[in-house]
């Protein structure tokens, strides 16, 4: 079995070395992090892990890594773990920027090893359970699609709330609909600090459907909310919900050719609403065990390097065309009241 390290030990690596112990698919020798501290809780939860806080200590005893460190460091220990001839598994996003997503998808490619990115929500029961509802037609010509990711914080220091949270919902809507976006703009706010804590997200895919996203790190309730508009069954998709995450609405508004040279008609169906049975297994652990599997045999992931380039690439798309409120500017627009 593969020997695996964890590097970055903060908020999420210990969820990530929870899985690594659990599964029986691979060993957890290692994990590495800049605070003796984090290594230290680690390594008394996990007798057999060895701790270093430094990765030029651990590069020789592991076959593959799992990173999952400040986004801005993504690049650089996911790049040199490559070139050591490690299978990489990196936390969302795989890189602050598409060009070096590329870098490190052609780097993998060229030294024939597994590059995983972390974009757990695509190993979900009820987002699986959506894409096949898709996929088999039962919602129809899709629409629009509205999606809400909210809640008091966590405010990151290195990354504002669309490369946050946003990139959650880009995969998704990624994952859904097999294409990227050709148009995508943006509008947000720094309500509290220099990096925008709110914003409103627009894409336009290939296809004709749209899509907004809404997030936030400064809203007084968390939710994980999306609407999915067909046209013939709705979805709302409430990730918050213990009970029934996914409702399937037989709602709708059909037209009725006119008889003679009237109007259109309208005319509206409200039908059964159906909650589909899902699975129990956890994203976390199925996502990390696809991860061992694929560097295993060299079959391709769900969230391979590839998938993680095209979500940076539209995370690109709509920081680029980020229009940004503040105060000044509203306050210097006709009819405002100073």
Request: glycine content about 6%; some cysteine; aromatic content about 8%.
């Amino acid at each position: 079995m593969l020997n695996v390290g964890l590097i970055g030990l903060g908020y999420w690596g210990p969820n990530l070395a929870r899985v690594l112990n659990q599964t029986q698919r691979c060993n957890f020798v290692a994990c590495c992090d800049l605070l003796p501290s984090n290594v230290e809780r680690i390594v008394r939860q996990y007798s057999v892990v060895q701790g270093f806080t430094s990765v030029d200590n651990m590069w020789d005893k592991v076959d593959a890594v799992a990173i999952a460190t400040p986004i801005s460091t993504h690049f650089d220990l996911a790049q040199e773990a490559l070139y050591r001839g490690k299978h990489v598994f990196v936390e969302k996003p795989l890189a602050n920027s598409s060009e070096r997503a590329r870098k490190l998808v052609d780097l993998a490619q060229k030294r024939q090893l597994a590059l995983m990115t972390g974009h757990t929500f695509l190993y979900s029961p009820p987002v699986i359970r959506v894409k096949e509802l898709i996929e088999s037609g039962a919602v129809g010509e899709l629409h629009y699609l509205s999606l809400s990711r909210v809640n008091l914080g966590l405010y990151q220091k290195d990354v504002d709330v669309i490369w946050d949270l946003a990139v959650h919902d880009i995969s998704i809507l990624l994952y859904w609909l097999g294409e990227t976006p050709i148009q995508g703009t943006s509008f947000g706010r720094a309500c509290l600090q220099f990096n925008n804590d709110v914003a409103f997200v627009w894409l336009q895919f290939p296809s004709g459907v749209i899509a907004s996203v809404e997030v936030s790190w400064l809203s007084p309730q968390k939710m994980r909310r999306t609407t999915i508009i067909g046209s013939l069954r709705m979805i709302v998709y409430d990730d918050n919900d213990p009970n029934e995450k996914i409702k399937v609405y037989d709602r709708g508004v059909e037209i009725t050719e006119p008889q003679n040279f009237g109007e259109f008609q309208l005319t509206y169906r409200t039908g059964d609403i159906v909650v589909p049975r899902l699975s129990n297994t956890e994203p976390l652990l199925t996502e990390i065990e696809e991860f061992i599997r694929c560097a295993e045999t060299g079959d391709v992931p769900r969230s391979d390097g590839k998938f993680g380039y095209e979500v940076v690439r539209v995370l690109e798309m709509v920081s680029k065309n980020l229009t940004v409120a503040c105060k000044e500017t509203a306050a210097a627009m006709p009819g405002s009241s100073r």
